[in-house]
Protein backbone atom coordinates (compact mmCIF):
# COMPACT_ATOMS: atom_id res chain seq x y z
CA UNK A 1 0.00 0.00 0.00
CA UNK A 2 1.45 3.29 -1.03
CA UNK A 3 2.39 5.97 1.92
CA UNK A 4 0.64 8.84 2.41
CA UNK A 5 2.05 12.47 2.02
CA UNK A 6 2.65 13.01 5.77
CA UNK A 7 4.39 9.64 6.54
CA UNK A 8 7.06 10.96 3.52
CA UNK A 9 7.12 13.94 5.19
CA UNK A 10 7.69 12.37 8.36
CA UNK A 11 10.32 10.35 7.05
CA UNK A 12 11.81 12.88 5.47
CA UNK A 13 12.20 14.65 8.78
CA UNK A 14 13.09 11.99 10.44
CA UNK A 15 16.31 11.47 7.55
CA UNK A 16 17.38 15.03 7.56
CA UNK A 17 17.54 15.03 11.71
CA UNK A 18 19.19 11.56 11.99
CA UNK A 19 22.09 13.53 9.92
CA UNK A 20 21.88 16.68 11.97
CA UNK A 21 21.30 18.79 8.92
CA UNK A 22 18.72 21.65 9.10
CA UNK A 23 15.70 23.06 7.30
CA UNK A 24 18.04 25.51 5.72
CA UNK A 25 20.55 23.46 5.13
CA UNK A 26 18.18 21.19 2.64
CA UNK A 27 16.65 23.93 1.55
CA UNK A 28 20.55 25.52 0.35
CA UNK A 29 20.88 21.95 -1.40
CA UNK A 30 17.60 22.27 -3.06
CA UNK A 31 17.82 25.43 -4.16
CA UNK A 32 14.72 26.46 -2.16
CA UNK A 33 13.26 28.14 0.53
CA UNK A 34 12.62 27.07 4.18
CA UNK A 35 9.31 27.25 4.60
CA UNK A 36 8.75 25.19 1.34
CA UNK A 37 11.17 21.94 2.94
CA UNK A 38 8.73 22.62 6.18
CA UNK A 39 5.57 22.08 4.23
CA UNK A 40 7.48 18.90 2.68
CA UNK A 41 7.89 17.53 6.04
CA UNK A 42 4.59 18.30 6.84
CA UNK A 43 3.11 16.53 3.87
CA UNK A 44 1.99 19.88 3.06
CA UNK A 45 3.46 20.09 -0.67
CA UNK A 46 3.86 17.18 -3.11
CA UNK A 47 7.71 16.26 -3.61
CA UNK A 48 8.80 15.84 -6.72
CA UNK A 49 10.66 12.54 -7.95
CA UNK A 50 13.68 14.75 -8.87
CA UNK A 51 13.89 16.15 -5.34
CA UNK A 52 13.19 13.25 -3.73
CA UNK A 53 16.01 11.79 -5.82
CA UNK A 54 18.14 14.70 -4.21
CA UNK A 55 16.82 14.05 -0.68
CA UNK A 56 17.93 10.64 -0.62
CA UNK A 57 21.51 11.28 -1.98
CA UNK A 58 21.68 14.06 0.57
CA UNK A 59 20.86 11.71 3.16
CA UNK A 60 22.73 8.92 1.74
CA UNK A 61 20.23 6.78 1.46
CA UNK A 62 18.39 4.95 -0.99
CA UNK A 63 15.02 6.47 -2.80
CA UNK A 64 13.22 3.46 -2.16
CA UNK A 65 13.49 3.18 1.01
CA UNK A 66 11.42 6.87 1.39
CA UNK A 67 8.43 4.73 -0.46
CA UNK A 68 8.91 1.50 1.23
CA UNK A 69 6.44 -0.30 3.38
CA UNK A 70 8.55 0.37 6.53
CA UNK A 71 11.50 2.68 7.18
CA UNK A 72 14.43 2.73 9.50
CA UNK A 73 15.00 6.07 10.93
CA UNK A 74 19.19 5.39 11.61
CA UNK A 75 21.20 4.29 8.49
CA UNK A 76 25.28 4.33 7.95
CA UNK A 77 25.44 8.16 7.20
CA UNK A 78 24.00 8.84 10.30
CA UNK A 79 25.58 6.46 12.34
CA UNK A 80 28.87 7.89 11.33
CA UNK A 81 27.79 11.66 12.35
CA UNK A 82 27.05 9.91 16.13
CA UNK A 83 30.19 8.02 16.08
CA UNK A 84 32.35 11.39 14.65
CA UNK A 85 30.40 13.95 15.28
CA UNK A 86 33.00 16.69 13.92
CA UNK A 87 32.40 15.40 10.39
CA UNK A 88 29.48 17.19 10.54
CA UNK A 89 31.18 20.55 10.57
CA UNK A 90 33.43 19.01 7.46
CA UNK A 91 31.44 19.59 4.03
CA UNK A 92 33.89 17.84 2.19
CA UNK A 93 34.34 15.11 3.82
CA UNK A 94 30.54 14.52 3.99
CA UNK A 95 30.30 14.96 -0.10
CA UNK A 96 32.67 12.51 -0.36
CA UNK A 97 31.18 9.91 2.04
CA UNK A 98 27.59 10.73 0.57
CA UNK A 99 29.55 9.75 -2.86
CA UNK A 100 31.10 6.10 -1.65
CA UNK A 101 27.60 5.86 -0.16
CA UNK A 102 25.80 6.32 -3.31
CA UNK A 103 28.35 4.10 -5.27
CA UNK A 104 28.40 1.51 -2.58
CA UNK A 105 24.27 1.59 -3.18
CA UNK A 106 25.22 1.28 -7.02
CA UNK A 107 27.25 -1.30 -6.95
CA UNK A 108 24.98 -3.32 -4.97
CA UNK A 109 22.24 -2.84 -7.62
CA UNK A 110 24.86 -3.91 -10.06
CA UNK A 111 25.56 -7.30 -8.84
CA UNK A 112 22.09 -7.70 -7.92
CA UNK A 113 20.59 -7.27 -11.65
CA UNK A 114 23.29 -9.31 -12.87
CA UNK A 115 22.99 -12.03 -9.75
CA UNK A 116 26.19 -11.73 -8.95
CA UNK A 117 26.90 -13.27 -4.92
CA UNK A 118 29.05 -10.97 -3.13
CA UNK A 119 30.92 -13.18 -0.25
CA UNK A 120 31.03 -11.49 2.39
CA UNK A 121 31.67 -14.62 4.81
CA UNK A 122 35.58 -14.63 3.77
CA UNK A 123 36.17 -10.94 6.06
CA UNK A 124 36.88 -12.04 9.82
CA UNK A 125 36.18 -10.22 12.74
CA UNK A 126 38.17 -9.87 16.33
CA UNK A 127 35.63 -7.92 18.99
CA UNK A 128 38.00 -6.32 21.08
CA UNK A 129 37.26 -4.84 24.54
CA UNK A 130 37.80 -0.98 24.29
CA UNK A 131 41.06 0.02 25.34
CA UNK A 132 41.94 1.95 28.70
CA UNK A 133 45.34 3.01 27.72
CA UNK A 134 47.94 3.47 24.79
CA UNK A 135 49.24 0.60 25.67
CA UNK A 136 46.41 -2.08 25.61
CA UNK A 137 45.45 -0.88 22.30
CA UNK A 138 48.69 -1.09 20.60
CA UNK A 139 48.76 -4.98 22.07
CA UNK A 140 45.39 -5.19 21.12
CA UNK A 141 46.33 -3.93 17.50
CA UNK A 142 49.60 -6.08 17.23
CA UNK A 143 47.54 -9.17 18.31
CA UNK A 144 45.48 -8.82 15.88
CA UNK A 145 47.84 -8.19 13.12
CA UNK A 146 49.35 -11.62 13.98
CA UNK A 147 46.27 -13.40 13.99
CA UNK A 148 44.95 -12.08 10.47
CA UNK A 149 48.78 -12.71 8.60
CA UNK A 150 48.18 -16.12 10.05
CA UNK A 151 44.68 -16.43 8.89
CA UNK A 152 45.78 -15.11 5.18
CA UNK A 153 48.84 -17.43 5.21
CA UNK A 154 51.45 -14.71 4.57
CA UNK A 155 53.82 -15.87 7.14
CA UNK A 156 56.70 -13.09 7.11
CA UNK A 157 56.33 -12.15 3.71
CA UNK A 158 55.52 -8.33 2.51
CA UNK A 159 51.80 -7.62 2.27
CA UNK A 160 51.47 -8.04 -1.51
CA UNK A 161 48.98 -5.39 -3.18
CA UNK A 162 46.69 -4.07 -0.86
CA UNK A 163 43.51 -3.20 -2.24
CA UNK A 164 43.72 -6.49 -4.22
CA UNK A 165 43.74 -8.43 -0.87
CA UNK A 166 41.25 -6.53 0.79
CA UNK A 167 38.93 -7.05 -2.20
CA UNK A 168 39.28 -10.67 -1.88
CA UNK A 169 37.80 -10.47 1.81
CA UNK A 170 34.73 -9.22 0.19
CA UNK A 171 35.25 -5.57 0.91
CA UNK A 172 35.17 -2.78 -1.58
CA UNK A 173 37.69 -0.31 -1.93
CA UNK A 174 38.01 3.37 -3.23
CA UNK A 175 40.32 6.53 -3.48
CA UNK A 176 38.61 9.86 -3.29
CA UNK A 177 40.09 13.53 -2.80
CA UNK A 178 39.77 14.17 1.01
CA UNK A 179 41.14 17.70 2.98
CA UNK A 180 44.60 16.79 4.09
CA UNK A 181 44.18 15.69 7.33
CA UNK A 182 41.65 12.87 6.78
CA UNK A 183 43.48 9.63 6.07
CA UNK A 184 40.53 7.99 4.97
CA UNK A 185 37.18 5.91 6.30
CA UNK A 186 35.39 2.82 6.34
CA UNK A 187 31.80 1.86 6.08
CA UNK A 188 30.02 -1.36 7.59
CA UNK A 189 26.71 -1.44 6.11
CA UNK A 190 23.90 -4.45 5.71
CA UNK A 191 23.05 -2.80 2.24
CA UNK A 192 26.27 -1.27 1.16
CA UNK A 193 28.64 -4.08 2.42
CA UNK A 194 32.33 -3.27 3.45
CA UNK A 195 33.85 -0.15 2.09
CA UNK A 196 37.03 1.17 3.00
CA UNK A 197 38.21 4.26 1.00
CA UNK A 198 42.00 6.32 1.30
CA UNK A 199 42.25 9.58 0.55
CA UNK A 200 44.09 9.59 -3.18
CA UNK A 201 45.80 12.96 -2.44
CA UNK A 202 48.05 11.17 -0.28
CA UNK A 203 50.96 9.52 -1.66
CA UNK A 204 50.93 5.69 -2.68
CA UNK A 205 52.70 4.65 0.65
CA UNK A 206 50.79 6.35 3.10
CA UNK A 207 47.40 5.28 1.18
CA UNK A 208 48.59 1.74 1.70
CA UNK A 209 49.26 2.25 5.12
CA UNK A 210 45.33 3.83 5.25
CA UNK A 211 44.31 0.76 4.02
CA UNK A 212 45.95 -1.54 5.76
CA UNK A 213 44.64 1.04 9.24
CA UNK A 214 40.72 0.89 7.93
CA UNK A 215 40.63 -2.26 7.16
CA UNK A 216 41.59 -2.83 10.97
CA UNK A 217 38.90 -0.86 12.06
CA UNK A 218 36.24 -3.50 9.69
CA UNK A 219 38.35 -6.20 11.73
CA UNK A 220 37.92 -4.75 15.22
CA UNK A 221 35.44 -1.95 15.77
CA UNK A 222 32.54 -3.26 12.65
CA UNK A 223 29.77 -2.65 15.29
CA UNK A 224 30.58 1.25 14.70
CA UNK A 225 29.28 1.48 11.07
CA UNK A 226 31.55 3.34 10.33
CA UNK A 227 34.76 5.03 10.90
CA UNK A 228 36.41 8.79 9.83
CA UNK A 229 40.32 8.52 10.31
CA UNK A 230 41.92 12.07 11.32
CA UNK A 231 45.51 12.86 12.09
CA UNK A 232 43.92 15.41 14.72
CA UNK A 233 42.17 12.57 16.30
CA UNK A 234 45.66 10.07 16.34
CA UNK A 235 45.77 9.57 20.70
CA UNK A 236 41.89 8.65 20.37
CA UNK A 237 42.61 4.83 21.26
CA UNK A 238 40.51 3.30 18.36
CA UNK A 239 42.86 5.08 16.20
CA UNK A 240 45.90 3.81 18.10
CA UNK A 241 45.00 0.15 18.06
CA UNK A 242 44.21 0.59 14.21
CA UNK A 243 47.86 2.43 13.77
CA UNK A 244 49.17 -0.57 15.46
CA UNK A 245 47.62 -3.08 13.32
CA UNK A 246 48.72 -1.46 9.97
CA UNK A 247 52.33 -1.35 11.34
CA UNK A 248 52.26 -4.76 12.69
CA UNK A 249 50.67 -6.05 9.67
CA UNK A 250 53.06 -4.74 6.66
CA UNK A 251 55.78 -4.68 9.04
CA UNK A 252 55.76 -7.79 11.12
CA UNK A 253 58.77 -7.35 14.18
CA UNK A 254 60.52 -10.76 12.74
CA UNK A 255 60.56 -9.86 8.97
CA UNK A 256 61.89 -6.48 10.50
CA UNK A 257 64.55 -8.09 11.90
CA UNK A 258 65.43 -10.40 9.49
CA UNK A 259 65.83 -7.49 6.70
CA UNK A 260 68.16 -5.63 8.98
CA UNK A 261 70.40 -9.01 9.94
CA UNK A 262 70.56 -9.27 5.86
CA UNK A 263 72.27 -5.96 6.19
CA UNK A 264 74.73 -7.03 8.76
CA UNK A 265 73.37 -4.69 10.97
CA UNK A 266 71.20 -4.80 14.43
CA UNK A 267 73.13 -6.29 16.83
CA UNK A 268 74.50 -4.14 19.69
CA UNK A 269 77.75 -2.78 19.57
CA UNK A 270 79.23 -5.00 22.30
CA UNK A 271 78.57 -8.37 23.02
CA UNK A 272 79.30 -11.07 25.94
CA UNK A 273 80.05 -14.67 25.53
CA UNK A 274 80.79 -17.11 28.03
CA UNK A 275 82.62 -20.29 26.80
CA UNK A 276 82.46 -23.22 29.22
CA UNK A 277 84.55 -26.38 29.82
CA UNK A 278 84.60 -28.82 32.17
CA UNK A 279 85.66 -26.60 34.85
CA UNK A 280 85.96 -22.91 33.54
CA UNK A 281 84.03 -20.22 32.14
CA UNK A 282 85.76 -17.74 29.83
CA UNK A 283 83.97 -14.89 28.97
CA UNK A 284 84.91 -13.56 25.23
CA UNK A 285 84.14 -9.63 24.68
CA UNK A 286 83.55 -9.02 21.48
CA UNK A 287 83.17 -5.28 19.43
CA UNK A 288 81.82 -4.26 15.99
CA UNK A 289 83.69 -1.14 14.32
CA UNK A 290 81.95 1.94 15.56
CA UNK A 291 78.72 3.13 13.83
CA UNK A 292 79.71 0.06 11.67
CA UNK A 293 76.12 -0.87 13.21
CA UNK A 294 74.17 2.32 12.87
CA UNK A 295 71.08 2.36 10.55
CA UNK A 296 71.63 5.03 7.55
CA UNK A 297 69.02 6.54 5.75
CA UNK A 298 69.84 4.24 2.22
CA UNK A 299 68.93 1.38 4.49
CA UNK A 300 65.69 2.78 5.79
CA UNK A 301 64.56 3.53 2.29
CA UNK A 302 65.31 -0.17 1.48
CA UNK A 303 63.06 -1.33 4.10
CA UNK A 304 60.48 1.07 3.16
CA UNK A 305 60.27 -0.17 -0.55
CA UNK A 306 60.20 -3.81 0.43
CA UNK A 307 57.53 -3.09 2.65
CA UNK A 308 55.46 -1.01 0.88
CA UNK A 309 55.54 1.64 3.34
CA UNK A 310 56.50 5.63 4.03
CA UNK A 311 60.08 6.26 5.06
CA UNK A 312 58.36 7.96 8.26
CA UNK A 313 56.43 4.72 8.43
CA UNK A 314 59.63 2.58 8.55
CA UNK A 315 61.19 5.20 10.79
CA UNK A 316 58.60 4.59 13.86
CA UNK A 317 58.27 0.97 13.02
CA UNK A 318 62.10 0.42 13.49
CA UNK A 319 62.00 2.63 16.70
CA UNK A 320 58.65 0.67 18.18
CA UNK A 321 60.79 -2.33 17.89
CA UNK A 322 64.06 -0.74 19.61
CA UNK A 323 65.93 -1.04 16.76
CA UNK A 324 67.17 2.40 16.28
CA UNK A 325 67.33 5.04 19.32
CA UNK A 326 65.06 8.06 19.73
CA UNK A 327 68.05 10.18 18.61
CA UNK A 328 68.72 8.18 15.56
CA UNK A 329 64.58 8.82 15.03
CA UNK A 330 65.62 12.12 14.84
CA UNK A 331 68.45 11.95 13.18
CA UNK A 332 67.00 10.23 10.55
CA UNK A 333 64.03 12.20 10.13
CA UNK A 334 65.50 15.25 9.48
CA UNK A 335 67.55 13.31 6.59
CA UNK A 336 64.23 12.77 5.20
CA UNK A 337 63.26 15.91 5.41
CA UNK A 338 65.75 17.37 3.75
CA UNK A 339 65.01 14.92 0.66
CA UNK A 340 68.10 12.64 1.10
CA UNK A 341 65.52 9.07 1.19
CA UNK A 342 64.57 10.78 -2.37
CA UNK A 343 68.11 11.14 -3.61
CA UNK A 344 68.98 7.44 -1.80
CA UNK A 345 65.58 5.99 -3.64
CA UNK A 346 66.66 7.39 -7.43
CA UNK A 347 70.19 6.16 -6.72
CA UNK A 348 68.93 2.59 -5.70
CA UNK A 349 66.25 2.29 -8.57
CA UNK A 350 63.57 2.38 -6.08
CA UNK A 351 59.99 4.19 -7.31
CA UNK A 352 59.24 7.31 -5.68
CA UNK A 353 55.80 7.53 -3.70
CA UNK A 354 54.40 10.20 -5.91
CA UNK A 355 56.00 8.68 -8.86
CA UNK A 356 54.39 5.62 -8.84
CA UNK A 357 51.26 4.33 -11.02
CA UNK A 358 48.24 2.76 -9.13
CA UNK A 359 45.49 1.69 -11.13
CA UNK A 360 41.96 2.38 -9.90
CA UNK A 361 41.12 -1.76 -9.48
CA UNK A 362 37.52 -0.72 -7.97
CA UNK A 363 36.82 1.82 -10.98
CA UNK A 364 37.53 -0.97 -13.48
CA UNK A 365 35.17 -3.67 -11.49
CA UNK A 366 32.54 -0.81 -11.48
CA UNK A 367 32.14 0.48 -14.82
CA UNK A 368 33.05 -3.10 -16.37
CA UNK A 369 30.08 -4.22 -14.34
CA UNK A 370 27.53 -1.27 -15.52
CA UNK A 371 28.95 -1.54 -19.29
CA UNK A 372 27.99 -5.80 -18.91
CA UNK A 373 24.28 -4.78 -17.93
CA UNK A 374 23.82 -2.01 -20.28
CA UNK A 375 24.44 -4.48 -22.91
CA UNK A 376 22.04 -7.07 -21.55
CA UNK A 377 19.47 -4.27 -21.51
CA UNK A 378 19.33 -3.88 -17.95
CA UNK A 379 20.19 -0.11 -17.52
CA UNK A 380 19.72 2.96 -19.90
CA UNK A 381 21.93 5.06 -21.64
CA UNK A 382 21.24 7.65 -19.04
CA UNK A 383 21.97 5.24 -16.01
CA UNK A 384 25.03 4.00 -17.68
CA UNK A 385 26.46 8.00 -18.27
CA UNK A 386 25.47 8.68 -14.49
CA UNK A 387 27.27 5.54 -13.53
CA UNK A 388 30.43 7.02 -15.13
CA UNK A 389 30.19 10.37 -13.27
CA UNK A 390 30.09 8.91 -10.23
CA UNK A 391 33.63 7.58 -10.17
CA UNK A 392 34.65 10.21 -12.24
CA UNK A 393 35.27 8.44 -15.75
CA UNK A 394 36.03 9.77 -19.07
CA UNK A 395 32.48 10.50 -20.58
CA UNK A 396 34.00 10.93 -24.10
CA UNK A 397 35.92 7.78 -24.11
CA UNK A 398 32.38 5.73 -22.71
CA UNK A 399 30.57 7.45 -25.67
CA UNK A 400 32.60 6.25 -28.43
CA UNK A 401 32.68 2.66 -27.23
CA UNK A 402 28.99 2.36 -26.57
CA UNK A 403 28.40 4.23 -30.54
CA UNK A 404 30.36 1.70 -31.90
CA UNK A 405 29.45 -1.65 -29.74
CA UNK A 406 26.84 -3.63 -31.71
CA UNK A 407 24.99 -3.28 -28.37
CA UNK A 408 24.28 0.51 -28.72
CA UNK A 409 20.85 2.05 -27.63
CA UNK A 410 18.55 2.23 -30.71
Given at each position: MPINAQELGRRLRAAREACRMTQDEVAKYLGTSRSTVAQMELGNRTVSSLELDRLAYLFGRDIREFL?????EDDTLAALFRAEPTVADNPEVIEKIRECIAIGRELTNLEELLEIRREQAALATYPQVVPKAKSEAVHQGKRVAEQERRRLGL????VPEMVELIERQGVRTGLVDLPD???GFSISDAKLGFFVVANSLHNVWRRRFSFAHEYAH???DRDRLGTVSRASANDDLIEV???SFAACFLMPADAVAHFIARLG?????RTLVQVYDENNAVTVEGRFAPNSQDLQIYDVVQMASLFGVSVPAALYRLRNLRLITNAELLRLKEEDQRGRSRTAARL??????DRFNESNDFRHRFLGLGLDAYRRD?????KLRELARLVNAPLEDLEALISDGDWADA
Open positions: AHSFSGLSPDVSLLMRANKGKPSLGLAEPLISTG
